[in-house]
């Protein structure tokens, strides 16, 4: 299988990075044509260099300050940066500054190539090499290697291109899912809607469906191209083109986010970590670049040291956990920094600064915590790829490890202790409306969402250790309980075919709907469900619509009364209908449909009369 790397190549204007490309693969980059009068890049150029196994793929990004944007959301993805500095100009403004947002995006390895080395002196190669070991001693994290270059020294770029093959391949994170931020959108005669990006996260296979964030629809793929060859699976971290159905080129634009549908939410506030490189006021507007999207936000910051902050958005942002971002205003880049938290959580100014610490350090054991106590009703980890970039699986092993949780791996819910508590309060409740309530986990976790049955079920069965509860069969009673029934099941089930066949008999033409009666007699939907069906087929009562039920003698009594008031009345409409039982209108037309049934009825413009 051929070994990918992405290089991104940076630097000051006219500092040689399209002509050192050439030199190298024979591609010019500027295909527009106004990029070739000009002669500068005014966008992202994408060519490759292949031998063997190993293939480069270069994004060339366009050096004048002014395209500063586009220079951005090229940098996203890449591997190695190159960064080219004319030997006769030195060190310029644009290069400080590439340097400073490849820095901010987690770009850590640089090939500095001292372009144009012909022009200058030897003396003046190393003069320059000292000044970019003190530029890059200001970056305590990244490493970097000097070359000297020229492109009318076949050997110089030779050794380059070398130097570049040997470079080792980056592992790149998978999350179990693509991530794909567009880059550029254009239109293939024939073919249709082309975009073309770096795969972010996980491999890409043409079957699949591609989910749009910002369009909200799923989208097909008629074609992948990887670095220029048709392929059926895109691997995680190459460059991708994508040939989309279901889709105009007029509909996306650089930095939509192609996903897989599920994984994702957007979301207008996040809580970051700044680095800043400029002075930032708080509750400024900035320009914020994530992936290739850009976009406008308000910045609040939550400290006083400005470490942390929360970034409220324009549009909706569908961030994940430890995501890199640039912030400029309209003449430089201010600083940028990673995401913290996408998906913002009710907290106390306290707690929600020491989460953030917490995710700041990677402690997402202590971040657990804290959100244990933030959520006294749990919280899901069925996102936990958003919020903190790890698996389900994962996310299910550090809560485990936190005492006096309650972890349901089958509902992906981590509850705190203080959810027993609150639970039990609502059984206390439950038995103190109504002694002889028959309890389950399920009937439990039907009354109260936010409890998980196996929760409900642990909580149930404690109670019942401790013997402030009993069980008949499998349902839990108070002690106070005086119905006298045994464990034994046809009892139980007798009980409750009962006891819902009266309260429908007592409603009378008023039958409340079945989830509604299940409420009242604290009966779980499956028990209830069962009895029924059981009715229905015995034909004690009839279905008339989804909701409404009502039992067979009581329909037939009606049925007599609505007869006789057309042979009074002489027809029978939802007025005269309404003056003899003062029902509400949803009982009233149902019975009236029903009534339409019988063939010897006429129903003409609402009144009911016999043929």
């Known amino acids: 299988m051929q070994e990918n790397l992405i290089i991104g190549t940076m630097g000051h204007i006219d500092h040689g990075k399209t002509s050192l490309i050439a030199a190298m693969n024979g591609f010019w ?29 270069f994004i060339d990004m366009p050096g004048h300050e002014k395209l500063v944007k586009n220079m951005i959301a090229g940098a996203f993805g890449v591997d190695y940066a190159m960064l080219l500095i004319a030997a006769n100009e030195g060190i310029m403004p644009q290069t400080i500054e590439h340097l400073r947002i490849a820095y901010l995006l987690g770009i850590n390895d640089f090939i500095v190539v001292l372009s144009k080395s012909d022009l200058v002196s030897l003396e003046k190669i190393e003069q320059l090499k000292n000044e970019i070991q003190e530029l890059f001693g200001k970056f305590s994290s990244l490493r970097f290697q000097i070359l000297s270059c020229s492109i009318y020294d076949k050997q110089s770029i030779e050794t380059l291109k070398t130097k570049l093959l040997k470079l080792p391949k980056k592992s790149h994170r998978d999350l179990g899912f693509f991530r794909y931020y567009i880059d550029r959108v254009f239109v293939i005669k024939g073919a249709g809607c082309v975009v073309s990006g770096t795969l972010m996260d996980g491999d890409l296979s043409v079957d699949e469906k591609i989910w749009c964030a910002q369009l909200g629809r799923m989208l097909g793929i008629k074609n992948l191209q990887v670095h220029g060859q048709t392929q059926s699976i895109a691997p995680n971290g190459a460059r991708v083109a994508i040939n989309l159905s279901g889709v105009s080129h007029q509909e996306l634009k650089r930095g939509d986010l192609l996903t897989k549908k599920g994984y994702l939410r957007g979301f207008d506030s996040i809580e970051v970590e700044i680095c800043a490189f400029e002075s930032i006021e708080h509750n400024s507007k900035i320009q914020l670049f994530l992936g290739a999207l850009r976009c ?8 006083k040291d400005k470490k942390f902050a929360t970034l409220k958005t324009s549009i909706p942002i569908f961030g994940i956990f430890n995501e890199r971002f640039i912030l400029r205003d309209d003449r430089q880049t201010l600083g940028g920094g990673r995401i913290l938290s996408p998906i913002i959580d009710p907290m106390k100014k306290s707690q929600k600064l020491k989460y953030l610490e917490l995710l700041s350090k990677g402690d997402l054991r202590g971040a657990f915590a804290i959100l244990l106590l933030a959520h006294k009703k749990g919280f899901g980890l069925i996102s936990a790829i958003q919020r903190f970039s790890i698996s389900q699986s994962q996310a299910l092993e550090i809560a485990s490890t936190i005492p006096e949780c309650f972890v349901c791996a089958k509902e992906l819910i981590v509850y705190p202790k203080i959810a027993r508590e609150m639970v039990k309060g609502i059984i206390f409740k439950i038995f103190s409306k109504n002694p002889n309530a028959l309890l389950s986990a399920a009937l439990l976790s039907q009354k109260q969402s936010w409890v998980a049955e196996e929760l409900a079920k642990s909580v149930l069965d404690e109670m019942l250790e ?20 045994s464990s034994d099941t046809e009892e139980i089930a007798n009980y409750f075919y009962k006891t819902i066949y009266e309260t429908l008999r007592s409603q009378e033409f008023q039958p409340i709907a079945p989830y509604n009666l299940y409420d009242e007699l604290d009966i779980d939907r499956q028990t209830g469900d069962s009895v029924f069906k059981r009715l229905t087929h015995e034909k004690k009562i009839l279905r008339l619509n989804h909701k409404l039920f009502i039992c067979s003698d009581v329909l037939a009594r009606l049925l007599e009364l609505m007869r006789g008031i057309i042979k009074k009345e002489g027809y029978l409409d939802l007025g005269n209908f309404k003056a003899h039982l003062n029902l509400s209108r949803k009982y009233l037309i149902a019975y009236l449909d029903y009534l339409d049934s019988f063939k010897d009825i006429v129903n003409t413009d609402g009144k009911r009369t016999f043929k």
Do not use: C, H, M
């Open 296 to 303: 406008v936000a308000r910045i609040l910051f939550l400290d």
């Open 466 to 485: 401790k013997n402030e509860l009993n069980k008949i069969d499998s349902f839990y009673v108070s002690p106070r309980n005086v119905l006298g029934l």
């Open 29 to 57: 980059g500027d295909s527009f044509t106004q990029e070739k009068e000009r002669g500068i890049t005014l966008d992202l150029s994408f060519s490759n260099l292949s031998q063997n196994q190993k293939n480069i793929s």
